[in-house]
């Protein structure tokens, strides 16, 4: 039972720690869809999409209206559009991106995910094409994201697709110069992608999910900040305990809101992802939280640790709180969305290497990183595969959602407005990575894959 007073400290937590529901996604198995017409195939997806999410904005709100919880986005993911689309005789698939914006205003969602392929161990013809029309595709429309799975721990990294994506980044951003290379922000380059995930821009629907299901990502980095604002003289141990504690009732509201959804839909109840997903609005930071526990400024020596003992408390806590715990679970580190990185690396303190080194022990990876408009191709790929690599061999998901802002250089500062906030350009090395990624084929999977 829910008492009193935990009614009343979550209400606190709503109104003045910024805890919300960052997103109920509801995935959608377009499976059925395929046609070697590709009219047949758009018409087939824009239906059941609709058919499946009309209801899904209305209970959100309606949700949200009666508890008293934010729901900030309510978003689909879809079966990766690059097996849907392959059986068809359309050679763009733009067009099938178009089909996903047009659904997606249609139920009035704020994003559509699954403009994807999955080639950790090769392409196949549709995945080639998929790729391709990504540039286009992201740039022609509002609501459509894309992610690309190119390597796993049972496979190796795929490096052929890792130099292909630099360049489909680059084209990307120019083709949307205009705007800050915004095309690039709904795009994901990934390791261990995982299937269930309800964050975008990388959310899909697994082949192996369900019909149709609903996934929660909460969020609640102001609330674990104020938590620790209360055992600042505590040793880590206390720490940990604190943040697990507060990680259990964030994790308990998500869980209530994904099973009142999952009902009120008709559809299964799928996962509740636990990551710390933070906002540009101050309060709401995860870099503030690595402050809170030492560290003067977020990139500081010791800034590795702090995140280490977070991500674990935040899933030790999640998982107290519910039995179906998924998607990446951890805490996000973008910079342009967390007010915290964004001052971190204005002050000199945050550096992408030491990002990089963060990402070891997070959820995800090199998120929301803008650097100059003038990065090499080549550059943007030996990037992607150094956190490839991390995934790979410390068998985790890691990615890459990287802007070359055309136009900018080191020090200048981006605008994306909304969750995207700001980014401020970030300085890469000046050295080249050219013939390294120009050696292709496949970097094999490490030892410790063959666990059969």
Do not use: W
């Not at 689309?85 to 559509?112: H, M, P, Q």
């Not at 998607?327 to 964004?342: N, R």
């Amino acid at each position: 039972m829910i008492g009193p007073f935990e009614i009343i400290e979550t209400i606190k937590m709503i109104q003045k720690e910024h805890l919300d529901i960052r997103t109920i996604t509801m995935g959608i198995s377009l499976r059925d869809c395929c046609s070697s017409n590709s009219k047949e195939a758009r018409e087939k997806m824009y239906n059941k999409i609709t058919r499946c999410a009309k209801n899904l904005v209305k209970v959100g709100e309606d949700i949200e209206r009666e508890f008293g919880i934010p729901i900030i986005n309510k978003r689909i993911s879809v079966t990766p559009i690059s097996i849907i689309a392959e059986s068809s005789d359309e050679e763009d698939y733009v067009r099938f991106a178009e089909t996903l914006d047009k659904a997606a205003d249609s139920v009035g969602v704020n994003f559509i995910g699954g403009f994807s392929a999955l080639v950790h161990k090769g392409y196949t013809k549709g995945d080639k094409k998929l790729i391709n029309s990504i540039p286009e595709a992201l740039s022609t429309t509002k609501k459509v994201c894309s992610s690309v799975n190119v390597a796993s721990t049972k496979s190796g990294i795929n490096m052929d697709c890792v130099k292909e994506m630099g360049h489909i980044i680059k084209k990307a951003a120019e083709l949307t110069s205009d705007s800050g290379g915004i095309a690039c922000a709904k795009l994901v380059v990934f390791a261990n992608v995982p299937e269930d995930n309800p964050f975008m821009a990388g959310a899909f629907h697994g082949v192996g999910e369900a019909e149709c299901v609903i996934n929660v990502g909460v969020s609640g980095p102001g609330v674990v900040k104020c938590a620790l604002e209360k055992v600042r003289d505590a040793d880590f141990e206390a720490v940990s305990e604190t943040i697990k504690k507060t990680a259990f009732k964030i994790t308990r509201m998500g869980q209530l809101v994904a099973r009142e959804a999952s009902k009120r839909l008709g559809v299964s109840f799928g996962i509740v992802d636990l990551s710390l997903a933070p906002t540009p609005a101050m309060g709401d930071s995860v870099a503030h939280i690595l402050e809170e526990m030492g560290i003067e400024k977020c990139g500081a020596h010791g800034t590795t640790a702090a995140l280490a003992l977070l991500n674990d408390a935040v899933k030790k806590g999640g998982v107290m709180a519910s039995s179906f715990v998924g998607g990446l679970s951890g805490a996000f580190i973008p910079v342009s969305e967390d007010a915290g990185m964004i001052d971190a690396v204005q002050k000199g303190a945050l550096s992408i290497d030491k990002l990089e080194a963060m990402t070891c022990v997070c959820s995800v990876g090199l998120d929301m990183i803008v650097v100059p408009g003038s990065t090499s191709a080549e550059t943007i790929s030996a990037i992607i595969a150094d956190e490839a690599a991390i995934g790979v061999v410390n068998n985790k998901t890691t990615a890459v959602r990287i802007i070359p802002a055309p136009g900018k250089k080191v020090g200048d500062m981006v605008e994306f407005g909304g969750l995207l906030g700001k980014g401020p350009v970030m300085k890469l090395s000046d050295y080249s990575s050219e013939a390294f990624i120009n050696r292709g084929g496949r970097i094999p999977a490490p030892l410790h894959s063959l666990r059969n």
